[in-house]
């Protein structure tokens, strides 16, 4: 090799960047990393989190409404004029500039409409953190679900795939005995039926798959994502001890109540609003002008002008509008009323309901979990009598689609069961930024956990 070769060589070495040599390998992903990803991506939380900022702007507006306010004014002007009539000769006409500036000061005293108004765009800003609370809840809940909807259908298309490949066992086997005339061919096709039967099924559970990963994606914002799989048995305990303890605590903590308050708050400042418009509106207003120019389009002497005043303005008579006007408002207010008692009967029901299911969950999963025990058995029993020759391939096939069916599922009751609890946590008033990394370290596998690096 050549003095001039290695020198290329090893300048082409020198402007490769080090950063791309090795590419990082693609990390399964846990249930906190997806939510922080639904927070950055999800435009329904975007949305909330804007109308939080658009209310808070609103209120100081309003606010500013009531502060002094301060303004400059000027005109430059070129005047003219000229007389008709016997005197216009003796007169003549006239052409003159003229100028007039000043600022103009405004302070108001006394506007009870105007401070209502700031009080209801105040309560309009709390309510929007409220529904940004309650966007937050409902963007976990679809999150999770989505999560463990998306390891359900891979978990079927997981027990097809191990169903269709025992099924491919099974044949081997049939065909091998039905070769040495052990086994009648109706149970060789029987088999082969079944199998084909249970690649038809797989082929639809991995079209599931890729649906409901998709309704994941809306929610993060990517695509090709790998989750982490989740444990077998999920440990989840709960502070809340009875049904109506359970609503008690949601009545006092959702957010979805505290809107429909803060609600009817925004409805009685508005009717008080209305009312105040019946009230004198006092204002200081203070004005500095210069003014070269004269009055009547006349010449005049440059003067200085100052002012100050107090400013009334009461209407006695606008058609009726302002009676109209309160009248609207008080059926807003009893709409949000009604509203309040709405929200406030189904939170209880949410609330009663979420109880109810979690306990129904642990209920069924225990079930589940025991059929899936019996089952694993009997498929065991059920091949080894098959080969001793007491038991027929359909009754390995029966076990086999049994086995699949009650997998499946256990991993929908443990879904439920994560589900309910969810719900049950988040109406009662945990924060889902807190709630996300305790239930996703619930989630996590001994298998995840050793490759997180031992997080508990």
Do not use: C
Not at 125 to 153: C, H, K, N, P, R
Not at 241 to 268: D, F, I, M, R
Not at 311 to 336: D, F, H, K, M
């Amino acid at each position: 090799m050549t003095l001039r070769t290695l020198v290329l060589f090893f300048f082409a070495l020198s402007t490769q960047p080090f950063s791309h040599a090795v590419e990082p390998p693609f990390q399964p992903m846990s249930l906190e990393k997806i939510y922080a990803l639904a927070v950055d991506q999800a435009p329904s939380l975007a949305i909330a989190q804007y109308r939080v900022q658009s209310a808070e702007a609103q209120s100081s507006e309003a606010a500013g409404a009531l502060l002094p306010q301060l303004s400059l004014f000027g005109e430059w002007s070129e005047n003219s004029v000229s007389y008709d009539g016997p005197l216009s000769a003796f007169y003549g006409d006239q052409t003159y500039p003229g100028e007039r500036y000043g600022f103009r000061a405004k302070q108001t005293l006394f506007n009870m409409s105007s401070f209502r108004e700031l009080q209801r765009r105040e309560a309009l800003s709390d309510l929007s953190e409220s529904e940004l609370a309650q966007a937050e809840i409902e963007l976990l809940g679809q999150v999770v679900d989505g999560y463990l909807t998306v390891l359900v259908a891979d978990g079927t298309v997981s027990q097809f795939q191990m169903e269709s490949e025992a099924l491919e066992r099974q044949l081997e086997e049939a065909q091998a005995l039905f070769a040495r005339g052990l086994l009648p061919v109706t149970q060789v096709l029987e088999t082969q039926a079944r199998g084909e039967a249970v690649k038809a099924d797989l082929i639809e559970a991995e079209g599931d798959a890729e649906i409901v990963r998709e309704y994941l994606t809306e929610l993060i914002g990517v695509r090709n994502f790998k989750l982490m799989p989740i444990a077998e048995t999920v440990f989840l305990s709960t502070s809340v001890t009875t049904v109506e303890h359970a609503v008690s605590l949601a009545l006092q903590n959702s957010p979805s109540v505290s809107a429909a308050k803060e609600g009817v708050q925004v409805a009685e400042y508005g009717v008080k609003r209305e009312k105040g418009t019946f009230w004198p509106e006092v204002s200081l207003v203070i004005t500095e002008q210069y003014s070269d120019v004269g009055f009547d389009n006349l010449t005049s002497p440059a003067r200085n002008t100052e002012s100050v005043a107090i400013s009334v303005n009461y209407p006695l008579l606008q058609g009726g509008a302002r009676v109209a006007r309160i009248r609207g408002a008080w059926a807003e207010y009893y709409t949000a009323k009604q509203e309040l008692e709405g929200v406030r009967r189904s939170v209880e029901t949410q609330a009663r309901s979420a109880w109810v299911r979690l306990n129904s969950a642990d209920k069924r999963l225990a079930a589940a979990q025991q059929a899936v025990e019996t089952l694993d058995v009997s498929v065991s029993a059920t091949e080894k009598s098959v080969k001793a020759g007491t038991a027929r391939i359909t009754d390995v096939l029966f076990a086999l689609a049994q086995q699949t069916r009650a997998k499946r599922d256990r991993a929908l009751a443990e879904q439920q069961r994560v589900m309910a609890w969810l719900e049950l946590e988040l109406i009662t008033g945990r924060a889902p930024r807190s709630l996300a990394p305790v239930l996703s370290d619930a989630l996590l596998s001994q298998a995840a956990v050793t490759v997180m690096g031992g997080r508990k």
